[in-house]
């Protein structure tokens, strides 16, 4: 019954001592948990049983609680992203324009079905956005850090072919 | 206590100014339905149930965390608070696994209880399930999911008071399930196996592994010696499955069962609760006079055990060394009863039935088989005995009293009864050690410094010259402050008793159930407790190394406490345990 | 920053320099400064390519060494973000909308060497035959008063000089050397001040009750940055534009109602504001204006970031208290309220962003200038982000009690394409949808709640007929029961349950009594559930089965979607008359569905029909219509 883990946990002694100095950095103070997750998240990318567990030990807050805040928070992932992030905004102004079709669109392409969010090659992950607050260029993806506005089905090959290597 | 004055459905009532609403209506004799509410431990308005009108309120509220205000209009039993209670139970229900009629808790689930006094008789909202999942792993506990009803109680028990955590509320919105970390199985976990969370689950969520199907095999099979035996807290409880008033003692009616169930022999676990006595008061003897490792810190309970094991592994070596009682009777059975009957040890089937879920791991544990055998072979919960007699057809409470059998059963002491009551084994050792220090039969008999509910009680006991200092300590919150201050260097003590569960025993993971609102009024604790305690005054012996079976134990076969094969069969060792 | 002399001072250093960008303002220069050139560096504008933009000009007018002469300030949001990336050059106040980094070296070499304005550039509403017409009369602008977002788009929110100069920090130190708490509280109380963050309790009562508690073992002052809603971004336009005022107005909070620790709880999602934010706070620190003694006197106040984590409850004020506590974001039980109990069980203060925005103004201009601003019951002005099917996508800022119709026809320039309007959606997933005959309502708190929305945080969606009223409210449903929390039953199943419905009906099968059964559930979970989210989450479903019953009745009885948004109950029509017979479509279609011969009119096998649209898109002559 367990989560299958799509991709080995590969962290590193650095990323490990930056951890470490995350939370030694929060410890004592109060509500430090969801700051260190924070951290941690920016060291791996992700959290995986691996992360919350040294911070389990290290916070002395039960596995299950930071399992329970990291599921419970949209933010945080147990599950690597893809070399091209791709958020797809499906906040109100961007919905009413066709966003959601640009969504599934691009998961069609990608070749993700049902749930999974991470291409099994870890080249792709894709997300549905809350507003991102570009509201003026509706619809709009981001891919890691490029932001594509005023969009249409028709553009998501296009920005995908950006994306070959 | 500074009063208020309210008025519920028109009437008027003066309350102490800290009652919430719930709390002000019960006691003018005014039923709110609950669910997620558990006295002191789970107070958090989010199941709904509740709801009340208060005039001048914009909505309705949650009577059970709403505070009550001078002056204040309470209505219970408006159109629209029926309307919205019955709503919120359809909706409950509409995501509930409703098949009653095989579930544990079926004729004993709070929820199915509240759809029948509020008379729900259509499911108007049918639709999608939470995913959910079984968790049957672990030998003592089983999660089902797709009855829970998200209540927290589980939640806040495992978390607030046993300060486990080893499950909390996941994911967010529909999708919220309570689960482990990565919906690992409780195994896996640092889970006690306290069994806490079931005690306190209002519907079928929660139980213990079905432990049955082998007993029954065992019963049926003509090449077994069964033999049961039966845990002091039992006695205390079991009759609340058959409708007797919560702290009735049934020692004779349970012999009488276990007997008509087929047993071949039926014993008292408070033999070998006597029999712990001399092994562990042997030990902290031999510490004290040694200087060996202290506090000695009592073992016979697998849930405090195995927390030990995953959070404090540093005081492995304070655990006392000997078994817990009935894993030492099992190894007696398989030995030294074997031997004089006649009959291989592999043909022994040892039943435990036990107030106790952790107690079915601890039967699992590979060390404990001092005989090459298994030393228990099933544990049941006082909750499965009864459906053992239910199944059998027993009328129980018309049962005529019966006597445990001998060579070791009709002959227990007041000692060994009180272990299952919080401070009863420190009382006991008590008894046990004084004589032995001052060398005279003393007639104190009655340490009551170390009765009662207190979560942690310390006491410094005068024997002879020496001022034992003991703490007692139950339920495992309890445990680790008791833990961290000697951590810290702010106690220290000779003997420490601790109980994993919050009242010892007689309210552990294995106990009959009750629903939540009957435990806000009776204190389950302390009236099954009396049970013990009376049972205990009215005992010929009431000391364990007085019990003759005993003596001739040691005299026959085991040689002296803590010797060679007392070492063998009646001692175990404990290992470090990850936390995840 | 020990008094008001050494702040009086960094702003009579400053005046010319921040006072050269001010609509109103004649200064044409400041010392050697000569021209400034506002770059917006909002969160749309900076997706849009603006900090480039900024790099460009700067390595032009360095080309061109003009360094001295001409100064590049990256301020917050100018609110037209239809039209970004915006660029203002002053003293002229020309304002270039969409501006590309390409036409970056035109301005710097026309406009700011030889003087000339780059006409092609400018906004259109502002060319005029021989000069451009000032900002402040463009009808984006015209109805608009800006006391929130004064400082948003005039001064460089990471230069704490520039909020001085514009009299930051003057109400602090006014109410730190003038004014008891009491009195503070008082002029808030009397400005009729009303939280912007959603419900609209009274600022001043708020303040108060937080006052009343005792300061036992610690207090709290609150600021509530987790703006959720979908299509809100005043927040975070403050906050990028100006975050000065509102650290400026927890430290007035603070010393109100006894406090000296402050938590800002803001969106992890705003990246850029949390940097600002950041950078205000040190800066402000290095000038003494947190921390201890501020202003000479024995108030000490410090603030600390909490990022949330991606859930919108955590807006709800108890979710949030939760939150920064280091839990899931769960709200609990009212009473305690957080004035008495509330972080860390201590007595909380908590205001939102745009709410403290108010403050500083309030202090300075007493609270008869405030209440000359409004209706009766909601004082002052709301920031609304106008969004959807509207021309003039953005941030605007009105005094309560315009009308929707001035709002979107005037400000917002109408409609699209020349499309109709059919509603508007405040208040997001609490509020509700204005329909047409509504829009000459005078917004405000109380006139909102009467039509069944809500003011919200203000995001204000426009939806034309184009738009199915019961995709929307399933689009709000749908959000609902991702974002729930899952803590108390009515919310965590009751609204999946009326999605659900909401889905039948769009997918063709519906009934009549599913209408009903809709109703029910909404009210039933209006009067449980644990908090105001939960409350107001059926506030979509209400508001369209309020003034938009007959689309849903379309919908169960003649399963039909009149605005043909819901596919399942669309079907594609070729109009025999307008078919030329080419066959574009049928080469399009993906499935086969069109058929026909040439120069004949064609049909379509609604059987085969995926209903993707890529015929309609491709036929020139409008002859495939949806039914």
Same mark, same amino acid.
């Given at each position: 019954?367990?989560?299958?883990?799509?991709?080995?946990?590969?962290?590193? =002694?650095?990323?490990?001592? =930056?951890?470490?100095?995350?939370?030694?950095?929060?410890?004592?103070t109060?509500?430090?948990?969801?700051?260190?997750?924070?951290?941690?998240?920016?060291?791996?990318?992700?959290?995986?049983?691996?992360?919350?567990?040294?911070?389990?030990?290290?916070?002395?807050?039960?596995?299950?609680?930071?399992?329970?805040?990291?599921?419970?928070?949209?933010?945080?992932?147990?599950?690597?992203?893809?070399?091209?992030?791709?958020?797809? #905004?499906?906040?109100?102004? #961007?919905?009413?324009?066709?966003?959601?079709?640009?969504?599934? =669109?691009?998961?069609?392409?990608?070749?993700?079905?049902?749930?999974?969010t #991470?291409?099994?090659?870890?080249?792709?992950?894709?997300?549905?956005?809350? #507003?991102?607050?570009?509201?003026?260029?509706a619809?709009?993806?981001?891919?890691?850090?490029?932001?594509?506005?005023k969009?249409?089905?028709d553009?998501?090959?296009?920005?995908?072919? =950006?994306?070959?290597? | 206590?500074?009063?208020?004055?309210?008025?519920?459905?028109?009437?008027?009532?003066?309350?102490?100014?800290?009652?919430?609403?719930?709390?002000?209506?019960?006691?003018?004799?005014?039923?709110?339905?609950?669910?997620?509410? @558990?006295?002191?431990?789970?107070?958090?308005?989010?199941?709904?149930?509740?709801?009340?009108?208060?005039?001048?309120?914009?909505?309705?509220?949650?009577?059970?965390?709403?505070?009550?205000?001078?002056?204040?209009?309470?209505?219970?039993?408006?159109?629209?608070?029926?309307?919205?209670?019955k709503?919120?139970?359809?909706?409950?229900?509409?995501?509930?696994?409703?098949?009653c009629?095989?579930?544990?808790?079926?004729?004993?689930?709070?929820?199915?209880? @509240?759809?029948?006094?509020?008379?729900?008789?259509?499911l108007?909202?049918?639709?999608?399930?939470?995913?959910?999942?079984?968790?049957?792993?672990?030998?003592?506990?089983?999660?089902?999911?797709?009855?829970?009803?998200?209540?927290?109680?589980?939640?806040?028990?495992?978390?607030?008071?046993?300060?486990?955590?080893a499950?909390?509320?996941t994911?967010?919105?529909?999708?919220?399930?309570?689960?482990?970390?990565?919906?690992?199985?409780?195994?896996?976990?640092?889970?006690?196996?306290c069994?806490?969370?079931v005690?306190?689950?209002?519907?079928?969520?929660?139980?213990?592994?079905?432990?049955?199907?082998p007993?029954?095999?065992?019963?049926?099979?003509?090449?077994?010696?069964?033999?049961?035996?039966?845990?002091?807290a039992?006695?205390?409880?079991?009759?609340?499955?058959?409708?007797?008033?919560?702290g009735?003692?049934?020692?004779?009616?349970?012999?009488?069962?276990?007997?008509a169930?087929?047993?071949?022999?039926?014993?008292?676990?408070?033999?070998?609760?006597?029999?712990?006595?001399?092994?562990?008061?042997?030990?902290?003897?031999?510490?004290?006079?040694?200087?060996?490792?202290?506090?000695?810190?009592?073992?016979?309970?697998?849930?405090?055990?195995?927390?030990?094991?995953?959070?404090?592994?540093?005081?492995?070596?304070?655990?006392?060394?000997a078994?817990?009682p009935?894993?030492?009777?099992g190894?007696?059975?398989?030995?030294?009863?074997a031997?004089?009957?006649?009959?291989?040890?592999?043909?022994? *089937?040892?039943?435990?039935?036990?107030?106790?879920?952790?107690?079915? *791991?601890?039967a699992?544990?590979?060390?404990?088989s001092?005989?090459?055998?298994?030393?228990?072979?099933?544990v049941?919960?006082?909750?499965?005995?009864?459906?053992?007699?239910?199944?059998?057809?027993?009328?129980f409470?018309?049962?005529?009293?019966?006597?445990?059998?001998?060579? *070791?059963?009709?002959?227990?002491?007041?000692?060994?009864?009180? *272990?299952?009551?919080?401070g009863?084994?420190?009382?006991?050792?008590?008894?046990?050690?004084?004589?032995?220090?001052?060398?005279?039969?003393?007639?104190?008999?009655?340490?009551?410094?170390?009765?009662?509910?207190?979560?942690?009680?310390?006491?410094a006991?005068?024997?002879?010259?020496?001022?034992?200092?003991?703490?007692?300590?139950?339920?495992?919150?309890n445990?680790?402050?008791?833990?961290?201050?000697?951590?810290?260097?702010?106690?220290?003590?000779?003997?420490?008793?601790?109980?994993?569960?919050?009242?010892?025993?007689?309210?552990?993971?294995?106990?009959?159930?009750?629903p939540?609102?009957v435990?806000?009024?009776?204190?389950?604790k302390?009236?099954?407790?009396?049970?013990?305690?009376?049972?205990?005054?009215?005992?010929?012996?009431?000391?364990?190394?007085?019990n003759?079976?005993?003596?001739? @134990?040691?005299?026959?076969?085991?040689?002296e406490?803590?010797?060679?094969?007392?070492?063998?069969?009646?001692?175990?060792?404990?290992?470090?345990?990850?936390?995840y | 920053?020990?008094?008001?002399?050494?702040?009086?001072?960094?702003?009579?250093?400053?005046?010319?320099?921040v006072?050269?960008?001010?609509?109103?303002?004649?200064?044409?220069?400041?010392?050697?400064?000569?021209?400034?050139?506002?770059?917006?560096?909002?969160?749309?504008?900076?997706?849009?390519?603006?900090?480039?933009?900024?790099?460009?000009?700067?390595?032009q $007018?360095? &080309?061109?060494?003009?360094?001295?002469?001409?100064?590049?300030?990256?301020?917050?949001?100018?609110?037209?973000? &239809?039209?970004?990336?915006?660029?203002?050059?002053?003293?002229?106040?020309?304002?270039?909308?969409?501006?590309?980094?390409e036409?970056?070296e035109?301005?710097?070499?026309?406009h700011?060497?030889?003087?000339?304005?780059?006409?092609?550039?400018?906004?259109?509403?502002t060319?005029?035959?021989?000069?451009?017409?000032?900002?402040?009369?463009?009808?984006f602008?015209?109805?608009?008063?800006?006391?929130?977002?004064r400082?948003?788009?005039? %001064?460089?929110?990471?230069?704490?000089?520039?909020?001085?100069?514009?009299?930051?920090?003057?109400?602090l130190?006014?109410?730190?050397?003038?004014?008891?708490?009491?009195?503070? !509280?008082?002029v $808030?109380?009397?400005?009729?001040?009303?939280?912007?963050?959603?419900g609209?309790?009274?600022?001043?009562?708020?303040?108060?009750?937080?006052?009343k508690?005792?300061n036992?073992?610690?207090?709290?002052?609150?600021?509530?940055?987790?703006?959720?809603d979908?299509?809100?971004?005043?927040?975070?336009?403050?906050?990028?534009?100006?975050?000065?005022?509102?650290?400026?107005a927890?430290? $007035? &909070?603070a010393y109100?109602?006894?406090?000296?620790?402050?938590?800002?709880? !803001?969106?992890?999602?705003?990246?850029? &504001?949390?940097?600002?934010?950041?950078?205000?706070?040190?800066?402000?620190?290095?000038?003494?204006?947190?921390?201890?003694?501020?202003?000479g006197?024995?108030?000490?106040?410090?603030?600390?970031?909490?990022?949330?984590?991606?859930?919108f409850?955590?807006?709800?004020?108890?979710?949030?208290?939760?939150?920064?506590?280091?839990?899931?974001?769960?709200?609990?039980?009212?009473?305690?309220?957080?004035?008495?109990?509330?972080?860390?069980?201590?007595?909380?203060?908590?205001?939102?962003?745009?709410?403290y925005a108010?403050?500083?103004?309030?202090?300075?201009?007493?609270?008869?200038?405030?209440?000359?601003?409004?209706?009766?019951?909601?004082?002052?002005?709301?920031?609304?982000?106008?969004?959807g099917?509207?021309?003039?996508?953005?941030?605007?800022?009105?005094?309560?009690?315009?009308?929707?119709?001035?709002i979107?026809?005037?400000?917002?320039?109408?409609?699209?394409?020349?499309?109709?309007?059919?509603?508007?959606?405040?208040?997001?997933?609490?509020?509700?949808?204005?329909?047409?005959?509504?829009?000459?309502?005078? %917004?405000?708190?109380?006139?909102?709640?009467?039509?069944?929305s809500?003011?919200?945080?203000?995001?204000l969606?426009?939806?034309?007929?184009?738009?199915?009223?019961?995709?929307?409210?399933?689009?709000?449903?749908?959000?609902?029961?991702?974002?729930?929390?899952?803590?108390?039953?009515?919310?965590?199943?009751?609204?999946?349950?009326?999605?659900?419905?909401l889905?039948?009906?769009?997918?063709?099968?519906g009934?009549?009594?599913?209408?009903?059964?809709?109703?029910?559930?909404?009210?039933?979970?209006?009067?449980?559930?644990?908090?105001?989210?939960?409350?107001?989450?059926?506030?979509?479903?209400?508001?369209?089965?309020?003034?938009?019953?007959?689309?849903?009745?379309?919908?169960?009885?003649?399963?039909?979607?009149?605005a043909?948004?819901?596919?399942?109950?669309?079907?594609?029509?070729?109009?025999?008359? /307008?078919?030329?017979?080419?066959?574009?479509?049928?080469?399009?279609?993906?499935?086969?569905?069109?058929?026909?011969?040439?120069?004949?009119?064609f049909t379509?096998?609604?059987?085969?029909c995926?209903?993707?649209?890529?015929?309609?898109? /491709?036929?020139?002559f409008?002859? %495939?219509?949806?039914?």
């Amino acid at each position: 019954m367990n989560k299958q883990e799509t991709v080995a946990f590969n962290g590193t =002694k650095e990323q490990e001592a =930056k951890l470490m100095e995350a939370i030694a950095r929060h410890k004592g103070t109060d509500g430090a948990l969801i700051p260190v997750l924070h951290e941690a998240q920016s060291i791996y990318g992700y959290l995986p049983i691996e992360v919350q567990a040294m911070i389990s030990k290290n916070l002395d807050v039960p596995m299950a609680e930071i399992y329970g805040v990291v599921t419970f928070y949209t933010q945080f992932t147990t599950e690597p992203k893809g070399k091209y992030h791709i958020g797809v #905004c499906l906040g109100t102004a #961007c919905y009413v324009k066709g966003s959601g079709d640009i969504f599934n =669109k691009i998961k069609e392409k990608i070749g993700l079905t049902g749930d999974s969010t #991470c291409t099994p090659d870890g080249k792709f992950s894709i997300e549905a956005t809350r #507003c991102i607050g570009a509201c003026g260029l509706a619809p709009v993806l981001t891919v890691n850090d490029e932001v594509y506005g005023k969009l249409t089905v028709d553009d998501v090959d296009r920005i995908l072919s =950006k994306y070959t290597d | 206590m500074e009063m208020v004055t309210i008025s519920i459905n028109g009437k008027s009532i003066s309350v102490p100014k800290d009652y919430t609403i719930l709390q002000a209506a019960r006691s003018a004799g005014i039923d709110i339905p609950t669910l997620c509410y @558990l006295k002191d431990i789970n107070e958090i308005g989010a199941c709904r149930m509740c709801l009340v009108e208060v005039k001048g309120a914009r909505t309705l509220v949650t009577a059970c965390v709403y505070p009550v205000n001078e002056g204040m209009e309470v209505f219970t039993q408006t159109e629209r608070v029926r309307k919205a209670r019955k709503a919120v139970l359809e909706l409950m229900l509409s995501n509930h696994n409703k098949k009653c009629l095989t579930c544990a808790r079926n004729r004993n689930c709070e929820l199915q209880t @509240l759809a029948e006094e509020l008379n729900v008789t259509e499911l108007p909202y049918e639709g999608a399930q939470t995913p959910s999942t079984i968790d049957d792993v672990s030998p003592s506990i089983v999660r089902d999911n797709s009855k829970c009803i998200l209540c927290r109680r589980c939640v806040a028990v495992c978390k607030k008071i046993q300060t486990v955590g080893a499950i909390d509320a996941t994911q967010r919105g529909f999708n919220t399930t309570i689960g482990s970390s990565f919906e690992k199985s409780l195994n896996e976990t640092d889970c006690a196996m306290c069994g806490q969370c079931v005690s306190v689950c209002p519907v079928g969520a929660l139980y213990e592994k079905d432990g049955l199907a082998p007993v029954w095999k065992a019963l049926a099979d003509e090449t077994k010696h069964v033999v049961v035996q039966t845990a002091p807290a039992v006695r205390a409880a079991l009759g609340e499955e058959f409708g007797l008033p919560i702290g009735t003692p049934v020692t004779g009616k349970m012999a009488a069962a276990l007997k008509a169930l087929g047993f071949d022999k039926v014993f008292d676990t408070d033999f070998a609760a006597d029999l712990t006595i001399m092994e562990e008061g042997t030990e902290l003897l031999n510490r004290i006079k040694e200087g060996g490792k202290l506090p000695l810190i009592t073992s016979c309970s697998p849930g405090w055990v195995k927390f030990c094991e995953h959070n404090f592994p540093d005081f492995l070596d304070n655990l006392s060394s000997a078994k817990s009682p009935h894993e030492m009777y099992g190894a007696i059975l398989k030995s030294y009863y074997a031997e004089k009957a006649g009959i291989d040890p592999k043909d022994i *089937f040892v039943v435990s039935v036990m107030p106790c879920t952790a107690k079915k *791991f601890e039967a699992q544990r590979p060390e404990l088989s001092g005989t090459g055998y298994p030393d228990v072979d099933a544990v049941l919960t006082t909750r499965e005995l009864a459906k053992m007699i239910k199944e059998a057809g027993l009328k129980f409470n018309e049962l005529e009293d019966a006597v445990f059998d001998s060579p *070791f059963g009709d002959e227990a002491t007041g000692a060994g009864v009180i *272990f299952g009551a919080t401070g009863g084994v420190m009382e006991a050792a008590l008894r046990t050690v004084a004589d032995v220090l001052t060398g005279k039969s003393l007639d104190k008999l009655d340490y009551t410094e170390v009765r009662g509910t207190e979560g942690i009680k310390e006491a410094a006991v005068k024997i002879a010259d020496m001022d034992v200092k003991v703490a007692v300590a139950h339920g495992l919150g309890n445990a680790r402050k008791l833990l961290n201050n000697i951590r810290e260097g702010k106690a220290d003590y000779h003997f420490i008793e601790i109980m994993g569960c919050p009242g010892g025993c007689v309210t552990g993971g294995g106990q009959p159930i009750q629903p939540a609102k009957v435990a806000a009024e009776i204190d389950l604790k302390a009236e099954r407790a009396k049970a013990l305690y009376a049972e205990d005054k009215a005992a010929g012996l009431r000391k364990s190394h007085e019990n003759p079976y005993i003596k001739k @134990l040691y005299e026959e076969y085991l040689g002296e406490p803590c010797g060679h094969k007392s070492h063998k069969l009646l001692h175990t060792h404990y290992q470090e345990r990850p936390k995840y | 920053m020990k008094s008001l002399a050494e702040l009086e001072a960094i702003k009579s250093k400053m005046k010319d320099f921040v006072d050269m960008r001010r609509e109103d303002s004649a200064c044409d220069h400041a010392d050697s400064v000569r021209a400034t050139v506002l770059v917006c560096g909002g969160t749309g504008c900076t997706s849009s390519s603006s900090p480039k933009i900024i790099k460009e000009f700067n390595d032009q $007018i360095a &080309a061109k060494g003009l360094e001295n002469e001409v100064k590049v300030i990256q301020t917050g949001c100018f609110g037209l973000c &239809a039209l970004g990336p915006i660029v203002i050059v002053y003293p002229e106040g020309a304002f270039y909308s969409t501006v590309q980094v390409e036409d970056v070296e035109e301005i710097v070499t026309e406009h700011l060497v030889n003087g000339n304005i780059v006409t092609r550039l400018l906004y259109e509403e502002t060319v005029q035959e021989d000069s451009i017409k000032s900002l402040n009369e463009t009808n984006f602008y015209k109805k608009q008063m800006r006391i929130a977002l004064r400082n948003c788009g005039v %001064i460089d929110p990471e230069n704490i000089d520039e909020y001085i100069a514009l009299d930051g920090y003057k109400a602090l130190s006014k109410v730190l050397t003038e004014m008891t708490p009491e009195q503070v !509280i008082d002029v $808030i109380k009397d400005s009729g001040l009303r939280g912007r963050g959603g419900g609209g309790f009274p600022t001043g009562i708020k303040w108060m009750l937080a006052a009343k508690s005792p300061n036992v073992i610690g207090k709290y002052v609150c600021c509530n940055a987790d703006e959720g809603d979908p299509g809100a971004f005043m927040d975070r336009s403050v906050l990028e534009g100006d975050p000065h005022a509102v650290i400026e107005a927890m430290a $007035i &909070a603070a010393y109100a109602v006894n406090a000296e620790q402050g938590y800002i709880y !803001i969106r992890a999602e705003y990246p850029i &504001a949390v940097k600002r934010l950041q950078i205000a706070i040190d800066q402000a620190r290095e000038y003494g204006l947190l921390g201890n003694g501020i202003f000479g006197t024995d108030f000490n106040f410090d603030l600390e970031i909490r990022l949330g984590a991606g859930a919108f409850v955590c807006g709800e004020e108890t979710a949030l208290m939760t939150s920064i506590e280091g839990m899931r974001g769960e709200p609990r039980p009212r009473p305690p309220f957080p004035a008495v109990k509330g972080l860390w069980e201590k007595p909380t203060l908590l205001n939102n962003v745009e709410t403290y925005a108010n403050i500083p103004q309030i202090i300075l201009n007493g609270a008869e200038w405030f209440t000359s601003i409004g209706t009766e019951k909601s004082k002052g002005t709301k920031v609304f982000a106008l969004g959807g099917k509207i021309n003039n996508t953005g941030l605007v800022e009105v005094p309560m009690g315009t009308t929707l119709r001035e709002i979107v026809e005037e400000i917002g320039g109408g409609i699209p394409n020349g499309k109709k309007f059919k509603a508007a959606q405040t208040g997001g997933p609490s509020g509700g949808c204005i329909p047409a005959s509504l829009m000459d309502v005078a %917004i405000d708190y109380d006139s909102l709640i009467q039509i069944g929305s809500m003011m919200g945080s203000g995001g204000l969606i426009v939806m034309d007929e184009d738009n199915c009223m019961v995709d929307i409210a399933k689009f709000f449903l749908e959000f609902t029961v991702d974002e729930s929390c899952g803590k108390c039953t009515p919310c965590r199943i009751g609204t999946k349950r009326m999605l659900e419905i909401l889905d039948r009906i769009t997918k063709g099968n519906g009934c009549l009594e599913d209408l009903d059964k809709l109703e029910q559930l909404a009210y039933s979970i209006k009067e449980s559930a644990l908090c105001g989210l939960g409350q107001t989450a059926p506030n979509p479903v209400l508001s369209t089965l309020r003034y938009f019953r007959d689309e849903y009745e379309a919908h169960v009885i003649d399963k039909k979607c009149p605005a043909g948004v819901c596919k399942a109950l669309v079907s594609y029509k070729i109009v025999a008359d /307008k078919c030329k017979g080419c066959s574009l479509c049928a080469r399009q279609c993906p499935v086969g569905a069109i058929s026909g011969e040439i120069k004949s009119p064609f049909t379509i096998d609604t059987s085969k029909c995926v209903k993707c649209g890529a015929c309609v898109e /491709k036929c020139k002559f409008g002859a %495939i219509i949806v039914e």
